[in-house]
C-alpha cells in the first residue's frame, strides 16, 4: 500500500514566523522518504472543525507550485479543489502548468464544493447543490476536452468556451482525476464515468471500514452500469486517526482496507505540532512497513 500526506492545516507552533520553512522540509522529507502523494487543502478559509477562518490557509496551487519546484518524484493535488473555486478553462491550464512543470506529476483533485461561509467571505458565488454537480460534470468535462486533440468550442448549461486550447499538453496527454467525496448517487457515478481515482473517508474502527465497503461496492454498481473499469480506479482513503500511536495497530487496519481494493491511504499531520517530526516518524517507522502491504 501507498502512502500520502495530507497537509491540511497550518496552525502550528510560531507558524507566522516558521510556516514556509516547515511546510518545504515536510515536503522534502516525503519525497525524499518514498511517500507517494503530497496534498493541500483548496480552501480560502481553514474549516470551521479545524479552527476556523481566522486560522491560517495557503491558496492551494500556488502552494503546490512551489512544492514542486523542491521535490523530485512525489505525486502533488489538491484534495480537493471546490468547482465553484475558478473558472474550469483557467482550473485546467492551472493544473496543466503544475504537471508541466513537474515532470508529469499533476493530479486534478475535484468535487463540488461546500463551504458557504469562505464563499460568502470573499464574495464568490455559490449555487445550489444540484447546479454545483452539474457544474462539475461540465468542468471534468471541459478539462477532458482541453486534455485531448479536440480544441473546439464547449458549449453546455453553464459555461460555454469559443475555443478550448490548452498547450503545452500534459506531459503524458492528460491529468489523472480524483474526485473526493462519497455521495453514492452523483459523485461516485462521476468518479465512474470521469476520474482515475477515488477518495474516501477512512479511519479506525468496524464502522469506517464498513462504510468504504459500501461505497466502493456502489462505485462497482456505476461501473457495471456505465461499462467502465472498476479495476482502473485508483481506491485512496483519508484516515482520520493517529497512526503513530499505534503503529502495530493501524497496519493492521491497513490489511483490512488493501482487501477492499485501496491501494493508498493518506495520513494528516495533527494541527498545534510540528510537522516536521511527525513526517519522520511516518517514513521511519510506518511507510516501510505499510509497503509490504
Not at 67 to 74: E, K, N, S, V, Y
Not at 215 to 224: A, E, M
Request: proline letters at 6%.
Amino acid at each position: 500500500m501507498d502512502l500520502g500526506l495530507h497537509y491540511f492545516t497550518f496552525t502550528q507552533p510560531e507558524w507566522e514566523t516558521t510556516l514556509a520553512d516547515r511546510l518545504t522540509e515536510t515536503a522534502k522529507l516525503a519525497d525524499e522518504g518514498g511517500v507517494d502523494l503530497l496534498t493541500v487543502m483548496d480552501h480560502w478559509f481553514q474549516m470551521l472543525h479545524a479552527g476556523g477562518p481566522f486560522e491560517p490557509m495557503l491558496e492551494g496551487y500556488t502552494t503546490l507550485g512551489h512544492l514542486a519546484g523542491i521535490t523530485h518524484d512525489i505525486r502533488l493535488a489538491t484534495l480537493v479543489t471546490g468547482v465553484t473555486y475558478r473558472h474550469p478553462g483557467l482550473l485546467a491550464k492551472t493544473v496543466t502548468t503544475l504537471d508541466v512543470l513537474s515532470g508529469g506529476r499533476a493530479m486534478l483533485g475535484i468535487g463540488a464544493a461546500w463551504y458557504d461561509r469562505e464563499h460568502e467571505g470573499l464574495g464568490v458565488p455559490f449555487p445550489p447543490t444540484a447546479e454545483r454537480f452539474e457544474r462539475l460534470e461540465e468542468t471534468l468535462r471541459i478539462c477532458r476536452q482541453m486534455w485531448s486533440a479536440d480544441d473546439g468550442a464547449f458549449d453546455g448549461e453553464h459555461y460555454r468556451l469559443a475555443e478550448t486550447i490548452s498547450l503545452p499538453q500534459p506531459v503524458r496527454g492528460t491529468i489523472p482525476v480524483m474526485i473526493g467525496g462519497g455521495g453514492e448517487r452523483k459523485t461516485l457515478r462521476l468518479v465512474a464515468q470521469y476520474a482515475q481515482a477515488c477518495n474516501l473517508f477512512g479511519g479506525p474502527g468496524e464502522e469506517a471500514l464498513e462504510t468504504v465497503r459500501h461505497k466502493l461496492d456502489v462505485l462497482r454498481g456505476h461501473c457495471d452500469r456505465l461499462g467502465t473499469d472498476y479495476d482502473a480506479i485508483e481506491k485512496t482513503i483519508l484516515f482520520q486517526g493517529a497512526a503513530l500511536d499505534d503503529v502495530d495497530g493501524f497496519l493492521t487496519q491497513m490489511e483490512r482496507y488493501a482487501e477492499l481494493g485501496v491501494s493508498l491511504v493518506a495520513l494528516m499531520p495533527p494541527p498545534y505540532v510540528d510537522p516536521v517530526p511527525w513526517a519522520t516518524g511516518l517514513v521511519t517507522d510506518v511507510l516501510p512497513r505499510l509497503k509490504e502491504i
